[in-house]
């Protein structure tokens, strides 16, 4: 077993607790704000990556070394790694350094490292060209663009909670193929919401193992599609014929262009009045994120906070009753609630513990998922049977 750090997405404790539930048989070494760092046997970390719509990049770990070691061990350990691995090889060496979890004002030079390196490059006859811009770490778009992880090294140096651990990134995001699959369907449609395939991951993977998922407001499929390219079997439905027809557009294009084998069904029904012949197979799991309300460009006031509340909360009474009713007792519920930012921080849907409650349903935990350029905002919440 070898150590693996993960790099962990724009939304630390939820993109951890993604984490964490898909490796819950693994152990976990260390965390810091930004990385974990797991023991696990790791055949093939770009499929792993793949699953994971929280993690940026996995590290595979090739030193240990103590808190307070000097920038000459990490120089013995660079020296070290290049020299081992990358004596036989020949042409441009696409190479970068990336420091994670360090505080601003203890971070290794990178700058310094660079030069370092390009010389035990330069030693073993070999051209290099650096990936970061200036004294600073890399965007991982660059990392992944320009290819390093393939055809060069990109060495991460990490501050963990117990030591320094140096490692290189061995998979990565791949970002062309989450901008396919939320760009390039046939079908998209602002009005209803734009859910980023990411997240659908990451609820995807909040619900536990699973073969199945439903999904009561489809949308235009995105959900649907993730769960097949995570290989389970997907079942949606939306009160919205036209909807129902993009998400089967959508969810055939998606198995044709990256080849899934997995079984998609949809159909059009009022998730308020859903019954159990709606669903004859075996569900799972439910991960949905519903109606979250007007678009707004403006921070709403109290009152129309209030307005938008009351009709949400309504909604989610009655489809979680008759999820409820139809599903299974292991049937786990993760689903988007509407929140606002606004001046006073950020606001959440009142009561929503004694409405689930009343539904027959508790709460396991609540994640709130924002963006800077958001005024309506996304509780992610994991409900479960009472």
């Not at 930004?34 to 093939?44: K, N, P, Q």
């Not at 792993?48 to 996995?58: N, V």
């Not at 030069?115 to 006859?125: A, D, R, T």
């Not at 929140?339 to 396991?364: D, S």
């Amino acid at each position: 077993m070898n150590l693996y750090a993960f790099e962990l997405g724009r939304i630390k404790d939820l993109c951890f607790s993604e984490l964490a539930k898909v490796l819950e048989k693994d152990e976990l070494v260390d965390k810091n704000f930004d990385t974990a760092i797991f023991r696990l046997d790791l055949e093939d970390p770009q499929t792993l990556q793949d699953q994971l719509g929280g993690t940026i990049k996995i590290i595979e770990i090739f030193k240990v070394l103590e808190k307070d070691s000097t920038e000459r061990d990490l120089e013995d350990a660079i020296q070290e790694h290049l020299e081992t691995n990358f004596e036989n090889q020949s042409g441009k060496i696409p190479f970068s350094i990336s420091i994670l979890s360090y505080k601003k004002h203890t971070q290794p030079n990178i700058k310094s490292l660079l030069n370092f390196s390009k010389k035990i490059l330069k030693s073993l006859n070999l051209n290099s060209r650096f990936v970061n811009k200036g004294p600073f770490s890399p965007k991982p778009s660059t990392i992944f663009k320009a290819r390093v992880i393939e055809k060069g090294v990109d060495i991460n140096i990490i501050e963990g909670q117990k030591h320094i651990y140096i490692g290189k990134s061995v998979a990565i995001q791949n970002i062309d193929s989450y901008s396919a699959r939320d760009y390039d369907k046939p079908k998209r449609d602002a009005k209803v919401g734009m859910l980023p395939p990411k997240l659908a991951q990451i609820m995807i993977n909040l619900a536990g193992k699973s073969k199945s998922i439903y999904d009561p407001f489809c949308g235009t499929g995105t959900i649907l599609i993730e769960a097949m390219l995570m290989g389970k079997d997907a079942v949606g439905s939306d009160i919205e014929e036209k909807l129902v027809d993009y998400t089967d557009e959508n969810c055939k294009w998606a198995q044709k262009k990256f080849n899934l084998q997995n079984a998609f069904r949809a159909f059009t029904k009022d998730a308020t009045k859903l019954d159990k012949n709606d669903l004859p197979e075996k569900i799972d799991a439910i991960v949905t994120e519903g109606y979250l309300g007007p678009a707004l460009s403006h921070e709403p006031d109290e009152s129309l906070q209030e307005k938008y509340f009351e009709t949400l909360g309504l909604l989610h009474l009655e489809w979680l009753k008759r999820a409820e009713a139809i599903t299974t007792q292991r049937c786990k519920i993760v689903m988007c609630l509407t929140a606002y930012k606004t001046k006073k921080g950020i606001v959440h849907l009142p009561n929503f513990e004694k409405l689930a409650k009343r539904a027959g349903y508790e709460i396991k935990k609540i994640y709130n998922y924002k963006r800077s350029d958001q005024v309506v905002t996304r509780d992610i919440v994991i409900l479960e049977k009472l």
